[in-house]
């Protein structure tokens, strides 16, 4: 074997970091306030950077220890995603819409020493300061009640103490970078430990232009939380390549976005199909010209939200695939090349395939991999350099198989790579011993125009073991009419998958990172608080 002479550089976020503020200095990041957008340049925000670095070392902060975060989307975090990791540390995003509970096990869980608050939410930690068994320091900025945190140190009067300059360590690209966990729908969540090394290539794989292809030109509005999956790896890879960072904080509703969006002129952005489906129906006279395109992710997404955005806006709407597991981007539904324009709606509606680095297999319930033939349906499996191999001291040995992820998405896989979920394992429907996919039925009531979101879950069945029942959340305006709902399907799905059960609902209940949370309508089914009409 001939021996390699190339260098054995590092792939660490603290070369991304300083990448950034040499070579895109004048870039800028842009935080949305209710006095309108606040702008400091990458040079300026790498500065105070160095001081954060800085003032963490002199709190005793050493590599290797937990920072917790828990903020919204603005230039203070983004501070903290580039001092943290940079000098050795470990940034914890937390998620500020856990339940309590879930919210003290992932930070004593983690052993976070320091967390940083945002003051306008510190009431959401102060509901569980006194439960936190490892923090010694609570840093907050901005304005608001921070009273019940207890003793807290000012994040600016930190920063004034300290210079620009810190000296970084070098760091083993091995080394965990970063930590987010699952949103923990069923037990606790699990911790999932990003290394530099794999936070480094995920960066380099969404910049490419088979993925969302970022460069300095571009605008990146990140909508999606920095507390969810690294805001899906927008912000390292955004300040990778000098683009803007446009920052939104609380304002995600369809006005506030619709108003930035005008305002700020993005050229790209990331959101769940939940914030999407707002501004398409609430704020169709949005200007969002600026949008060369939006990556679409969290749960399935609706043709209807995709072609509503192509006639609505112009703008398109890719779908990705991933989750916290996958850091997150795996695979993204392109276009594949050669395709008529006829065809193209029919690719784009499906979950994608694998961005280059990424491999993913479809197993059957025996463990052995199943043919790439679009037909057979099994457990999608991954693998690659930025998918996790374990949790945070969590064994969780049934979710690994022979080195690959077990993602508990239930899909087939066409010859070229496309997977298409048909649904969550946990939310499959068994009726009469076939598979119903609750996805499809969702996404194929949602194209109705009198449906803004439809949940379909399985409920028990005398007959069948388990029939689908369908929770509508109606468009403005419109009736509910179980009987041409149910009509409008029987020429689009198998007539053996139409709803018997139908039950109109205000809104369909989420999860902390907005995804329908589907054991809740079970529950209420099973307690009778749906108002439940049968049609056949």
């Known amino acids: 074997m001939i021996e390699s002479t190339m260098q054995d550089f590092p792939l660490g976020i603290q070369h991304l970091f300083t990448h950034g503020r040499r070579i895109h200095a004048d870039s800028e990041v842009i935080t949305w306030t209710d006095a309108g957008a606040v702008t400091a340049t990458f040079a300026e925000v790498g500065d105070r950077a160095d001081q954060l670095a800085a003032a963490l070392a002199k709190l005793g902060v050493t590599p290797g220890d937990r920072v917790g975060t828990f903020a919204w989307n603005n230039q203070h975090h983004l501070e903290a995603y580039l001092a943290v990791p940079s000098m050795g540390a470990v940034l914890h995003t937390l998620n500020i819409r856990l339940f309590p509970e879930q919210l003290a096990y992932v930070i004593n869980h983690a052993e976070d020493r320091v967390i940083i608050v945002d003051a306008s939410i510190a009431p959401l930690l102060g509901k569980v300061r006194q439960d936190l068994t490892t923090v010694e320091h609570i840093i907050t900025f901005g304005t608001g009640d921070t009273s019940a945190l207890g003793e807290t140190l000012d994040y600016e009067e930190l920063l004034a103490a300290g210079e620009p300059g810190f000296d970084y360590p070098e760091i083993d690209e091995r080394a965990a970078a970063a930590m987010c966990y699952t949103s923990g729908t069923t037990g606790n969540p699990k911790g999932v430990a990003y290394s530099h090394r794999s936070t480094y290539l995920h960066s380099f794989g969404i910049t490419s232009a088979q993925a969302m292809g970022f460069s300095q030109d571009d605008r990146l509005l990140l909508i999606v939380p920095m507390f969810h999956a ?9 300040w990778s390549v000098g683009a803007d960072l446009i920052m939104p904080q609380q304002y995600l509703q369809a006005g506030p976005l619709a108003d930035i969006i005008e305002h700020t002129r993005p050229t790209y952005s990331g959101a769940v199909p939940t914030v999407l489906n707002d501004i398409l129906h609430n704020r169709p006279d949005a200007d969002l010209s600026s949008l060369r395109g939006v990556v679409c992710g969290g749960s399935a997404v609706p043709r209807s939200l995709i072609e509503g955005f192509d006639e609505t806006f112009g703008v398109t709407v890719v779908q990705a695939w991933g989750m916290t597991e996958t850091s997150p981007l795996a695979a993204i539904a392109r276009v594949p090349k050669n395709t008529d324009e006829a065809d193209a709606m029919g690719w784009r509606v499906r979950t994608g395939r694998p961005l280059p680095g990424v491999e993913i297999r479809i197993c059957g319930d025996d463990g052995e991999e199943l043919p790439r033939d679009g037909e057979a349906q099994g457990e999608i499996e991954i693998r690659g350099p930025w998918i996790t191999a374990s949790y945070y001291n969590d064994t969780a040995d049934e979710k690994f198989h022979d080195g690959w992820l077990r993602t508990g998405d239930v899909g087939s896989m066409e010859p070229n790579g496309f997977i298409q979920i048909s649904d969550r394992a946990k939310d499959v429907i ?45 468009a403005e305006g419109a009736e509910f009419d179980p009987g041409q709902l149910r009509s409008y399907l029987a020429d689009k ?36 608080d749906l108002d439940v009409t049968e049609t056949r």
């Not at 949602?446 to 369908?470: F, I, N, Q, T």
């Not at 209940?509 to 099973?526: E, H, M």
């Open 230 to 238: 690294n805001a899906w790896g927008m912000p390292y890879a955004g």
């Open 493 to 528: 799905v198998a007539k053996w998958w139409l709803p018997e059960r139908w039950a109109p609902i205000e809104e369909v209940p989420k999860t902390s990172v907005g995804k329908f949370d589907k054991k809740v309508l079970r529950q209420r089914y099973a307690d009778g």
């Open 430 to 474: 068994k009726s009469g011993g076939e598979w119903i996919s609750s996805v499809d039925l969702e996404n194929t009531l949602m194209s109705h125009d009198a449906v803004l979101e439809a949940a379909v879950v399985g409920v028990p069945d005398d007959r069948y073991d388990e029939r689908p029942l369908a929770c509508i959340v109606l």
